[in-house]
C-alpha cells in the first residue's frame, strides 16, 4: 500500500514571516489526516523556522537541494547531516530547475542520493523530458536514461527508500499540465524499470508523485490513475487553500 504524498515545492519565494504563516494554515489544515502524507520544501534559510511551527503537526519538511559531502570546506552549500539536525523527512533532488539553470547532471543527482540515503533522509528523485523530445517522441528514452543515471547503483533497501518524482518540463509554471492518460503512461514505464532492475513486488511498492502545474481542478483526476501516488506542486503550493484543494483529491 503506497501511502499519497503531496509535496509543496516553495522553490525561492516567500518571506520567513510568509513560510511561518503558510506552515501554519498547513498544520492546522491537514489536522489529523491519515490517508495520505503531506511535506513542504521552503528554502533553506527559512527551514528551521518552519520547522518550529511545524514539529508535533502531521506535516513534514525538507529542503530543495543538498551538497553530497560531509561538512568541511564548501562555501554557500549544506549538507545532509545539516537536514538530519534539522529534523528533515525529505530532500528534493534533480529538479528540472536544478537540471537546466545549474546544469546538474545524472551522475551528480545519484551522488546526492546516495549521500541523503546515508543520512536517513528520504529522496524525492525528480525525472522528466523537455518539451522538444516530447515532440521527437524522446520521452520514454529520456525517462530512462534519468532513472539509469540519477538512480545508478541502489540497492533494493535503498530505492525502497526513494520516492520518485516525474515532472514534464513543459508542464512546469506553464498552467500546461500532463493528461491524465500521459502522466500515466510514464509512471507505469518507471514501475515497468523498476520491475526490470529490482522486481514485480518492489516495483508495487515505490512512490511516484506527478508534478507539472498540478491544482485543486485537475489534482483528484491525476490522482486517481494507478500508478500516480501523489502530487509535487509548485506555484498552488504557495496558498494553504490550493494545497489543501490538491490534497483534498487523494482518496479517503
Ligand atoms: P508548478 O506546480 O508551479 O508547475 O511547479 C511544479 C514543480 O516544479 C514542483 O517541483
Known sequence: MRTPLIAGNWKMNLTRADSVALAKALAEGVGSATHYEAAVFPPALYVDAVREVLQGSKVKWG????????????????????????????????????RTLMGETDAQVNKKTLAALAAGITPIVCVGELLAERQANQTADVIRKQFEGSLAGLTEAQIKQCVIAYEPVWAIGTGLTASPQQAEEVHADLRKLLAERYNQPLSQEVRILYGGSVKPSNAAELMSQPNVDGALVGGASLKAADFLGIAAGVKS
Request: proline share 8%; net charge negative.
Open 63 to 98: 529542503t530543495q537541494n543538498l551538497y553530497p559531502e560531509a561538512p568541511g570546506a564548501f562555501t554557500g552549500e549544506i549538507c545532509a547531516p545539516m537536514l538530519v539536525d534539522l529534523g528533515c523527512t525529505y530532500v528534493i533532488l534533480g529538479h528540472s530547475e536544478r
